[in-house]
């Protein structure tokens, strides 16, 4: 079983699309092992962000994604990092497919509804990030 981590972003939030977004992973059969609703810190971003923080970009998508309470989760399920990946469509929406979660309800390429890890070693290195290990539970 593979784990990756979910963030229902500032959008998904404002939008009030967590419980549409969260339906298809739920019938896709993954089962949430987490879940919590946090503000984010730039500290947190900055580590998670590591890989771009250094692009003139990066404070723009900090900005963003503490503009409000996010919801953060860990799923878990067969193929589960390249299942959800699928499911959400690429990065950016605009070159999403309708019927993908980006296609059905991302703007751009931060404006994209969730993240989800790239990888199996990258969503453990992410739950770890966002969760103790208590707060994750199996069945």
Same mark, same amino acid.
């Given at each position: 079983?593979?784990?990756?981590? !979910?963030?229902?972003?500032?959008?998904?939030?404002?939008?009030?699309?967590?419980?549409?977004?969260?339906?298809?992973?739920?019938?896709?059969?993954?089962?949430?092992?987490?879940?919590?609703?946090? $503000?984010?810190?730039?500290?947190?971003?900055?580590? +998670?962000?590591a890989? *771009?923080?250094?692009?003139?970009?990066?404070?723009? !998508?900090?900005?963003?994604?503490?503009? $409000?309470? *996010? !919801?953060?989760?860990?799923?878990?399920?067969?193929?589960?990092?390249?299942r959800?990946?699928?499911?959400?469509?690429?990065?950016?929406? $605009?070159?999403?497919?309708?019927?993908?979660?980006?296609?059905?309800?991302?703007?751009?390429?931060? *404006?994209?509804?969730? +993240?989800?890890?790239?990888?199996?070693? %990258?969503?453990? !290195?992410?739950?770890?990030?966002?969760?103790?290990?208590?707060?994750?539970?199996? %069945?």
């Open positions: 079983m593979q784990r990756t981590l !979910i963030i229902f972003k500032p959008d998904c939030m404002e939008k009030r699309l967590m419980g549409k977004v969260l339906v298809r992973f739920e019938e896709e059969g993954f089962t949430v092992v987490g879940c919590k609703m946090m $503000r984010l810190t730039a500290e947190l971003l900055r580590q +998670h962000y890989h *771009v923080a250094h692009y003139p970009f990066y404070p723009e !998508i900090e900005k963003f994604m503490k503009s $409000r309470s *996010v !919801i953060v989760m860990a799923l878990e399920g067969d193929n589960v990092v390249q959800v990946r699928d499911l959400l469509g690429p990065t950016d929406s $605009r070159k999403a497919a309708k019927g993908t979660i980006r296609g059905d309800y991302g703007t751009d390429m931060m *404006v994209n509804v969730v +993240h989800a890890s790239d990888s199996v070693e %990258n969503g453990n !290195i992410e739950i770890a990030r966002f969760f103790k290990e208590e707060e994750i539970f199996g %069945n």
